[in-house]
C-alpha cells in the first residue's frame, strides 16, 4: 500500500470514528440530563395524583415533549454538520467547530428545558409528594451511569 491509499483510509476512519464519537456522546449526555423515566414512572404511579394533579401535570407533559423533539431534531442537524465538515475539511475547522458548538448550544437548552420542566412538575405536587419526587431527582442526577 503506498502513501496515498494510507492516508485516504486514515482519513476515512477517522471521520467514521468522529461521528460515532459525536453520536455516542449525544446520547449519553441525554440520558444523563433527562431524568424523565424514573420521574415519569413515580410522578404517574407511585405519588398517588389527584385527577386535577394528574391533569395540569399531563399538559406540562405535552408541552416539553415538543421543545424536547425540537432541541433533539436540533442535535442530530448538528452532528450531520459535523459529519459533513470533517468529511470535506479532515481538519478541526472553523465548521467543524461551529458544528461542535451548535451542538452543545441545543444540549445545553435541552438540560436547561428539563430542568424547568421537572420544577414545573414539582410546582403541582403536595408537599409530601414532592419530598418524594425531590429524592427521586437527586438520585437520578447523581447515580452512577456505569
Avoid: C
Avoid at 29 to 58: C, F, G, S, W, Y
Amino acid at each position: 500500500m503506498t502513501f496515498t491509499p494510507r492516508l485516504l483510509l486514515t482519513l476515512v476512519l477517522s471521520v467514521i470514528v468522529a461521528f460515532a464519537g459525536a453520536w455516542a456522546g449525544a446520547k449519553y449526555m441525554v440520558a444523563r440530563t433527562q431524568p424523565e423515566a424514573p420521574l415519569h414512572d413515580l410522578v404517574h404511579r407511585k405519588l398517588n395524583l389527584t385527577a386535577e394533579q394528574e391533569r395540569r401535570i399531563d399538559g406540562l407533559e405535552r408541552t416539553f415533549a415538543v421543545r424536547r423533539q425540537a432541541l433533539e431534531a436540533e442535535m442530530r442537524a448538528a452532528n450531520a454538520d459535523l459529519a459533513r465538515a470533517i468529511a470535506a475539511e479532515h481538519a478541526y475547522s472553523p465548521a467543524v467547530q461551529q458544528a461542535v458548538d451548535r451542538f452543545h448550544r441545543a444540549m445545553g437548552e435541552l438540560q436547561k428545558e428539563t430542568i424547568l420542566h421537572v420544577l414545573a412538575m414539582r410546582r403541582v405536587l403536595t408537599p409530601e409528594q414532592a419530598a418524594t419526587f425531590d429524592d427521586t431527582v437527586v438520585k437520578a442526577l447523581t447515580e452512577d451511569a456505569s
